[in-house]
């Protein structure tokens, strides 16, 4: 497994080995051994699955505060997205700061983002299938969330202006500077 931190140190895209033959393809994508001797230690305890039928539909900037903080490990099987982690811990170095990188079916690799950190995407393509792993059950009580075109974070969504495919929801977030602090940098 490659591990590579993007410019938020937590943030890692990690890419599983995918070996093919004249049958198709095989992939580890997770092994808790393999990524922990590598000093990735999450504990996961549920799996999601979205499919997205429009390209342009975003889904975030979403996170679970206390007590049931989420991490998420994030991966397409089909089609491609644009996933983003905005770190929202009050003292960090890099608050309100994001990373992002494209993840799709063709290039296998997978997003980390840690808790303490809003996550949101945007589908590249329709009918886009995105698998994660979270370290805790959702909980509607712990759910918050900051609007995706917060002017604040400046994210450069990959959709034009007017073209974006968002649920009720999320059309009517708080901006971040609107919201409580709702984590805090170790």
């Known amino acids: 497994m490659n591990i590579e931190p993007l410019n938020i140190p937590e943030v890692l895209r990690i890419t599983p080995p995918k070996f093919g033959d004249s049958r198709g393809f095989f992939s580890e994508t997770w092994n808790s051994a393999k990524l922990a001797a ?10 999601n699955q979205s499919l997205s039928t429009q390209a342009g539909t975003i889904r975030g900037l979403h996170c679970q505060v206390a007590p049931s903080v989420q991490g998420k490990l994030v991966r397409v099987i089909k089609g491609a997205i644009w996933d983003v982690a905005v770190d ?28 303490g950190f809003l996550h949101g995407f945007c589908t590249l393509v329709p009918d886009t299938e995105v698998i994660y792993k979270v370290t805790a059950d959702y909980d509607r009580d712990a759910e918050r969330a900051v609007i995706w075109n917060d002017p604040s974070l400046a994210l450069p969504w990959p959709v034009e202006p007017g073209q974006e495919v968002l649920s009720d929801k999320d059309k009517t977030l708080p901006r971040l500077a609107d919201c409580a602090p709702w984590f805090s940098y170790p």
């Not at 590598?38 to 799996?47: E, H, L, P, R, T």
């Open 38 to 47: 590598q000093g990735f230690k999450a504990q996961f305890v549920q799996d």
């Open 88 to 115: 929202i811990r009050a003292g960090s170095p890099t608050y309100g700061q994001y990373a992002a990188t494209k993840l799709s079916a063709e290039n296998w690799a997978q997003l980390w983002i840690p808790g």
